[in-house]
């Protein structure tokens, strides 16, 4: 069975940090492009940040400004996000995304809830 399965969303204070950790199983992430991707509430799903199949190109979403460093380990099947200064704005449920070009494939984990409040 497919799964991606994220971990280490809380509440945290304002200026803190989070590890969001997604684990796969059901298949190997060394094809996919990884990424996370957040949605707030009322608003629409965006990309958080995004790894390439190697790791050797990463990209962030505008509003990451440095703040967030995304990473893989294709050996552990797992890929990271690692949140630091972290605003009330990123309140959101992040999710964990995999995309394979060819063949054509995507999953999508269950969301882990981020709540940064003080």
């Known amino acids: 069975q497919v799964q991606l399965v994220e971990s280490g969303g809380e509440l945290v204070q304002p200026g803190g940090s989070l590890r969001l950790s997604c684990a796969a199983s059901g298949f190997s992430i060394i094809d996919f492009e990884m990424g996370w991707f957040r949605q707030a509430p009322g608003k629409e799903r965006e990309l958080v940040a995004q790894i390439s199949t190697s790791g050797k190109t990463v990209n962030y979403g505008d509003f990451v400004k440095g703040r967030f460093t995304i990473s893989r380990d294709n050996d552990k099947n797992t890929v990271s996000l690692q949140m630091n200064s972290l605003k009330p704005e990123d309140t959101a449920v992040y999710y964990c995304?995999?995309?394979?070009?060819?063949?054509?494939?995507?999953?999508w984990g269950q969301g882990t809830q981020v709540t940064v409040s003080s």
């Open positions: 995304n995999g995309q394979r070009n060819w063949p054509p494939d995507e999953f």
